[in-house]
Structures are given as structure tokens and as C-alpha cells.
């Protein structure tokens, strides 16, 4: 038996939650929204600030945001490229929707785009954005490749739908005065930040406890210190989730620092089933939610 127990909120199949963000992110945390509504729904008083020190595709701010779930959501990002992104998507998203509308991605334009180096956040987003759409699992980290014939053989095409990444755009803009964005270290922005009254805290961190690799492979900014990561979550008020891989040394962090943790149950890539594990202080009630888990969702597929 596992020391952690399924939870009773099953992960969701990602077509069946609207999709927030125009970024495809590896790692990214769609099937993990009924959880998020479970624990910030109907708080009393409504949750004023949600943190998420770990940006990348910020799906679960976003959602949390455009939901009401809270008044407003600060995120943290340090890779530049993405960084860039959240910069030109809140702050020049009309402009950053033209760039979108013009452009045709032939694998020479892509190409050509992935060998400038732009200089101002807007270029520089949108680079990010084509990048992320074309490459092989949406992964920006130094020797990601092309992908080559496009998932279902559509070509470089197959994920760029300029009126789709549009539509997620202006939302985005219209709720940009609800999110602040910072291109810094999370871990700071957290130590800084998390004692703020009616706080939340989303962490989503790179996996790379225990040696696993996947977190260094995805992203170009992977170096976590996991125990500092608990240390800091127990001694902040707030209240956090906080998710990771199945790691024996994550598993004795949350042994030693007495965090509550589920596995959320769903299929990889490779159709096998696996947990990630979603920690917190205290259990999340499903009150209210979806039915007991009953079939691994699946979350291999990147929108
Ligand atoms: C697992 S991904 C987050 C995915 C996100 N939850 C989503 O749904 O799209 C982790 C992100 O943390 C970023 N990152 C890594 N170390 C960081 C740090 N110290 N501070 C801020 N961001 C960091 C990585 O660049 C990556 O974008």
C-alpha cells in the first residue's frame, strides 16, 4: 500500500476544462483545476492574493483569476524566453495578437525566427510563443528539436491556431490588471511575499528530486532546492498546494515537515498509469466537487 492515498478528486481530462493558457507547457497543470476549485471555492473571506512562484503557463492562476476564485495572482517566472511571453501577453496583448494573426509558420520562418535574438519583450514573447507551438512537446529548454512532421502529421502547423491562441490572448488581456508578473527567482519572490494577509500559494516547481532528470531535460532553469522549498512553505501562514513526482526524498520531506498529501491519479505519455502528488497542510475537501476517482484521466496531451 501506498503511504499516500488517491485523491478523492480525480485529475480532469483536460478537454473538459477550458484552456487558459496559449503556452503548451510540459508539466502543465490542466488536470489538476477540479483540485484548485475544491480548495479555493466558497472560502469565506474569498481568497485576495494567489502566488505562484513557479509561473511557466500559470494555467492554475489564470484559471483561478478568470474563475473569481481570487481577487488577483502574482507569478514568477525565471526563464527570459518565458518571462518575455508573460511580459508581451499582459502588457502589449493587442499588439502580441497581430504578430499572432500575421504570421505563417513554415518551418523557414520558424527557423528563422529561432535564430534572432529580439531585443524588446514583445519580439521576444512572441518568439517564445512560436517556439513553444512548434516544438516537440512545446519544450523551450536549449536542444529541444523542431517538431518534425507535426503531432498527427500536420506539420509545424499542427499546433499554432492563430484564432484560438488570439481568443486566449484577449482573455488574458482582459484580465491583466488582476495579474502581476515578475521575471525573478520564486523562491525569493515566496520568502518575500507569502506572509501577505488572505495569501495563497500555488508551487509548481521543475521535478528533479531524487535524481529524476525530467525537470533538467524540460526546463533551462531546473536548480530547486527542495528542502528549503518545505522549509519555506511551513513557516509561511499561508495556505499552499504544492505539487511534485513521487520521489523517495520528497516523500521524507513530507514525512519530516508533516504536510498532508494525495496522489492524483493519470496516464503518461506512454498510456501508463502514475500519481503525482499534491501537498498541503491540510486536506482538500471534494465537498461539493467531482466523484471519487475512478479511471486515470489523461494529461499527456498538450494544448
Ligand atoms: C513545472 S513548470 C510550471 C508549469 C505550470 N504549473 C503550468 O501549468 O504551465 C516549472 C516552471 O518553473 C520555472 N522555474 C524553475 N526554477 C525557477 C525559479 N527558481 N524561479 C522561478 N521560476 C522557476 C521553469 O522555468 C518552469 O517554467
Known amino acids: 500500500m501506498d503511504?499516500?492515498?488517491?485523491?478523492p478528486i480525480p485529475a480532469?481530462?483536460?478537454?473538459?476544462?477550458?484552456?487558459?493558457?496559449?503556452?503548451?507547457?510540459?508539466?502543465?497543470?490542466?488536470?489538476?483545476?477540479?483540485?484548485?476549485?475544491?480548495?479555493?471555492?466558497?472560502?469565506?473571506p474569498k481568497p485576495r492574493?494567489?502566488?505562484?512562484?513557479?509561473?511557466?503557463?500559470?494555467?492554475?492562476?489564470?484559471?483561478?483569476?478568470?474563475?473569481?476564485?481570487?481577487?488577483?495572482?502574482?507569478?514568477?517566472?525565471l526563464d527570459p524566453d518565458v518571462a518575455a511571453f508573460w511580459h508581451a501577453a499582459l502588457r502589449r496583448g493587442p499588439e502580441l495578437c497581430e504578430l499572432v494573426a500575421s504570421f505563417e509558420p513554415t518551418r523557414q520562418a520558424v527557423e528563422a525566427l529561432a535564430h534572432t535574438q529580439p531585443a524588446n519583450p514583445l519580439e521576444r514573447g512572441f518568439r517564445a510563443l512560436v517556439l513553444n507551438r512548434t516544438r516537440r512537446g512545446g519544450i523551450l529548454a536549449p536542444g529541444?528539436?523542431?517538431?518534425?512532421?507535426?503531432e498527427s502529421g500536420k506539420g509545424l502547423a499542427s499546433r499554432w491556431y492563430p484564432q484560438t491562441l488570439i481568443a486566449r490572448l484577449q482573455q488574458i488581456s482582459a484580465h491583466a490588471h488582476r495579474v502581476d508578473f515578475r521575471?525573478?527567482?520564486?523562491?525569493?519572490?515566496?520568502?518575500?511575499?507569502?506572509?501577505?494577509?488572505g495569501a495563497f500559494v500555488f508551487a509548481d516547481p521543475p521535478y528533479t528530486a531524487g535524481g529524476k532528470r525530467?525537470?533538467?531535460?524540460?526546463?533551462?532553469?531546473?536548480?530547486?532546492?527542495?528542502?528549503?522549498?518545505?522549509?519555506?512553505?511551513?513557516?509561511?501562514?499561508?495556505?499552499?498546494?504544492?505539487?511534485?513526482?513521487?520521489?523517495?526524498?520528497?516523500?521524507?520531506?513530507?514525512?519530516?515537515?508533516?504536510?498532508?498529501?494525495?496522489r492524483?491519479?493519470?496516464?503518461?505519455?506512454?498510456?501508463?498509469?502514475?500519481?503525482?502528488?499534491?501537498?498541503?497542510?491540510?486536506?482538500?475537501?471534494?465537498?461539493?466537487?467531482?466523484?471519487?476517482?475512478?479511471k486515470a484521466a489523461s494529461a499527456a496531451v498538450l494544448v
Open 144 to 150: 529541444a528539436s523542431l517538431s518534425r512532421a507535426g
Open 264 to 294: 492524483v491519479m493519470m496516464k503518461n505519455t506512454h498510456h501508463a498509469t502514475i500519481g503525482e502528488l499534491v501537498i498541503s497542510r491540510a486536506p482538500v475537501s471534494s465537498t461539493g466537487t467531482a466523484a471519487p476517482a475512478r
Open 214 to 262: 525530467a525537470g533538467q531535460r524540460l526546463y533551462a532553469h531546473h536548480q530547486i532546492d527542495h528542502p528549503r522549498l518545505f522549509h519555506l512553505l511551513t513557516h509561511t501562514p499561508a495556505d499552499f498546494l504544492l505539487t511534485y513526482d513521487h520521489a523517495p526524498e520528497i516523500a521524507a520531506l513530507i514525512r519530516r515537515h508533516r504536510f498532508h498529501a494525495v
Open 12 to 44: 480532469a481530462n483536460v478537454a473538459s476544462v477550458p484552456q487558459r493558457s496559449p503556452l503548451r507547457y510540459p508539466g502543465g497543470k490542466t488536470w489538476l483545476i477540479p483540485h484548485i476549485r475544491a480548495w479555493l471555492h466558497g472560502r469565506d
Open 49 to 77: 492574493l494567489l502566488i505562484e512562484p513557479f509561473a511557466g503557463g500559470a494555467v492554475v492562476s489564470l484559471t483561478a483569476v478568470m474563475e473569481n476564485l481570487v481577487d488577483r495572482c502574482l507569478l514568477a517566472e
Open 3 to 7: 503511504e499516500f492515498p488517491v485523491s
Open 183 to 197: 521575471e525573478t527567482d520564486g523562491m525569493h519572490l515566496l520568502e518575500r511575499t507569502a506572509a501577505t494577509p
